[in-house]
T-cell receptor, first 113, second 115 residues
Framework: QQKVQQSPESLTVSEGAMASLNCTFS??????FRWYRQHSGKGLEVLVS????GEKEEGSFTAHLNRASLHVFLHIREPQPSDSALYLC?????????????FGKGTHLHVLP | EAAVTQSPRNKVAVTGGKVTLSCNQT?????MYWYRQDTGHGLRLIHY???????EKGDIPDGYKASRPSQENFSLILELATPSQTSVYFC??????????????FGSGTRLTVL
């Protein structure tokens, strides 16, 4: 069974400072990675999707995938207090999970003004 | 943009009662999903569907049934609700487009409390 773990559980940064979130997965054959954001009491919104090794940028969000090391990172450039939310990593694919999406438990990001 | 609407937003039920959570999507997506979100567990897949008339078990289906009577609607049914089913439930829809794997579009969630 695919395992998806996120770190840190909680991260506090000052407004404008780069925020970096980490997601590790267990199945190297996974082929579909997404980062979602969830504001308190709200649903999930997709931020960036990445399907091959390297980087993918969407606005102030950059995903970096390294399948060999089983990591996918999310970098948030110049975060604002409005970016304070729960960030979730979602991984799909792999030999035993060809279709299901597995979510990590999330990183709580707090951006201080 | 995909629109996924869940109802009710909040629900209080009694142990042993029947609860139905509803989800409607307006973008003609084939696939729909039900997740629950709990502190310490993240999002876990309960049931999903590939289209009208189909339902599949997810990772934690016990105690839940699902129904997909149409492309637009996907319901989650708790026949005999228990306090352990107190949670926030999210519905999502998705479809493969342009060769890329699907993006999931989520509703705003239903907060269920079982007393």
């Amino acid at each position: 069974q695919q395992k998806v773990q996120q770190s840190p559980e909680s991260l506090t940064v000052s407004e404008g400072a780069m925020a970096s979130l980490n997601c590790t997965f267990s199945d190297r054959s996974s082929d579909n990675f997404r980062w979602y954001r969830q504001h308190s009491g709200k649903g999930l919104e997709v931020l960036v999707s990445i399907f091959s090794d390297g980087e993918k940028e969407e606005g102030s969000f950059t995903a970096h995938l390294n399948r060999a090391s089983l990591h996918v990172f999310l970098h948030i450039r110049e975060p604002q207090p409005s970016d304070s939310a729960l960030y979730l990593c979602a991984v799909r694919g792999g030999d035993t999970n060809a279709y299901k999406v597995i979510f990590g438990k999330g990183t709580h990001l707090h951006v201080l003004p | 943009e995909a629109a996924v609407t869940q109802s009710p937003r909040n629900k209080v039920a009694v142990t042993g009662g029947k609860v139905t959570l509803s989800c409607n999507q307006t973008n003609n997506h084939n696939n729909m999903y039900w997740y629950r979100q709990d502190t310490g567990h993240g999002l876990r897949l309960i049931h999903y569907s590939y289209g009208a008339g189909s339902t599949e078990k997810g990772d934690i289906p016990d105690g839940y049934k699902a129904s997909r009577p149409s492309q637009e609607n996907f319901s989650l049914i708790l026949e005999l609700a228990t306090p352990s089913q107190t949670s926030v439930y999210f519905c999502a829809s998705g479809d493969r487009t342009g060769g890329d794997a699907e993006t999931l579009y989520f509703g705003s969630g239903t907060r269920l409390t079982v007393l």
